[in-house]
């Protein structure tokens, strides 16, 4: 058995911020993460000649300052994403007609946000069923449900519009989302924090059972028990309700867990000896409208290298996933080529990895609320229990579903952690 203040179950930002800033305020905390990295949603692989690509979280922008101000402190160089040249609309149409229609999904998009989410009419909607009541152009409205398959990896049919509007609420960026990378990727930061905790950090340790009550925590690790005061779990929601606590959670608690579904996306790198497009004043962006949910973009390094990252979300990511290796490469490769010519069917390499259904995230780029009829699952699940509290991008007062997003929620619960610890403490010596 080992004790502890505090326990934080998951490496990703969230939870490595969290045991950062608890590590930083003096108490005795440790990180428990099931897989064998750090990183969690965030993650890198070495290519075979040597080259390390984000192939999870990857972009962050000037308008985030909690992930712009660590990657600077841990001395990270930062890659403008490159966006001269014209974007390619697929299937083809003028870029005017292009620009024109994306306006228009702005402008309803700018509508969802605004709307009054307390109006008992739009409460129980899906977010399909709010864009169909809207007074747009049809290619408008297919336009905005298109974005939500891209952005939020779920069908518009599921997601709840309250949820999608509070969400994009507190996704204030104007600065596009993709302005920036890493040059030693994403999960080198992420490194980064593990490595300044050091000994603090476990990792192959899954967590299955929390025991809890109002005076602290057990949690199961395999064969074995950290007990601690306190207790973050630094979960996607989804993941979160598949701990088995003890005693249950609370009726309200648990269904506010359960109103949750994963994202699905396969995030695809095709490298070339050069970027082609460039030549053609072309961006490297491909927005496609059929099929829908996928997303093209130019991450190349610097002029000599061409790379370009494509989004399989939603809908046609699960149509995808489980298929041959072949078969996903044919594919993209096919999609490449009707958009920017021949010489996008001469790839140096295509890599990808599927993050539907993934063992310990469930899926990505984030989880949404799918039960329309669940109104306050967030609140609920951020109030937490007297020994445990619940934290995750998803549940960030700003730029949820972002590593930004998880910076600050991860930072939130060390900081209500630290109230009700120092709040014990005074209670303690005011009792002596
Ligand atoms: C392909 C892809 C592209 C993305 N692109 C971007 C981007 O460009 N910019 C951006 O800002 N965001 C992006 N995101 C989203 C961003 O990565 C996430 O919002 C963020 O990393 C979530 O962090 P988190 O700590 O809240 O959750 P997670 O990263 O999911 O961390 C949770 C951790 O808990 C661990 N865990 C799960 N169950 C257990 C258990 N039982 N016991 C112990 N540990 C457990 C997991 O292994 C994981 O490490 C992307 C995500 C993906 C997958």
């Not at 897989?35 to 000649?49: A, I, K, Q, T, Y």
């Not at 961006?283 to 000599?304: F, H, M, Q």
């Amino acid at each position: 058995m080992s004790q502890h203040d505090v326990i934080v179950v998951g490496g990703g930002f969230t939870g490595l911020s969290a045991a950062t800033a608890l590590a930083e305020a003096g108490l005795d905390v440790v990180l428990l993460e099931a897989r064998e990295r750090v990183g969690g949603r965030v993650e890198s692989h070495v290519l075979p000649d040597g080259m390390r690509v984000d192939t999870g979280g990857q972009f962050l922008c000037e308008d985030m300052p909690e992930v712009m101000a660590l990657a600077k402190a841990h001395g990270k160089t930062l890659v403008r994403a490159y966006v001269d040249g014209d974007v390619v609309f697929q299937p083809p149409m003028p870029l005017e007609q292009g620009h024109a229609i994306y306006d228009e999904v702005d402008a309803l998009r700018e509508r969802a946000r605004n709307t009054d989410l307390d109006d008992p009419s739009v409460t129980r909607l899906t977010v399909t069923e709010w864009t169909n009541r809207q007074d747009a152009s049809d290619e408008a409205k297919h336009g905005f449900l298109r974005l939500i398959d891209g952005l939020w990896c779920r069908s518009p049919d599921d997601v709840s519009f309250v949820y999608l509007a509070s969400s994009d609420r507190r996704i204030t960026n104007t600065q596009s989302e993709l302005e920036l990378f890493l040059a030693e990727t994403m999960h080198s930061l992420a490194e980064d924090l593990a490595a300044k905790l050091g000994h603090r950090v476990v990792l192959n340790a899954p967590v299955t059972k929390v025991r809890y009550s109002g005076d602290g925590v057990e949690v199961d690790v395999g064969g074995g028990h950290f007990t601690a005061r306190q207790a973050i779990i630094a979960l996607p929601p989804v993941m979160a309700r598949r701990l088995d606590f003890q005693p249950p959670l609370p009726n309200q608690l648990s269904r506010a867990l359960a109103a949750w579904g994963s994202g699905a996306v396969i995030k695809v790198l095709a490298r070339y000896a050069r970027p082609f497009w460039r030549d053609r004043q072309l961006s490297g962006t491909v927005i496609w409208s059929e099929p829908e949910g996928l997303y093209a973009c130019d991450v190349s390094r610097n002029r000599d290298d061409g790379a370009l990252v494509i989004f399989i979300g939603g809908p046609l990511a699960l149509d995808w996933h489980g298929k041959e290796d072949a078969d996903i490469r044919n594919f993209i490769l096919k999609k490449l080529v009707s958009a920017l010519g021949e010489d996008a069917g001469k790839p140096l390499d295509v890599s990808f990895r599927d993050w539907t259904d993934d063992a310990w995230s469930g899926g990505a780029y984030s989880d949404s609320i799918i039960d329309v009829e669940t109104t306050d699952a967030e609140t609920t699940i951020l109030q937490g229990l007297p020994s445990i509290r619940f934290a995750a991008s998803e549940l960030s007062p700003s730029f949820p579903g972002y590593i930004e997003g998880a910076i600050v929620a991860g930072r939130q619960a060390a900081e209500d952690v630290l109230h009700i610890w120092r709040g014990s403490r005074t209670a303690a010596s005011v009792s002596k």
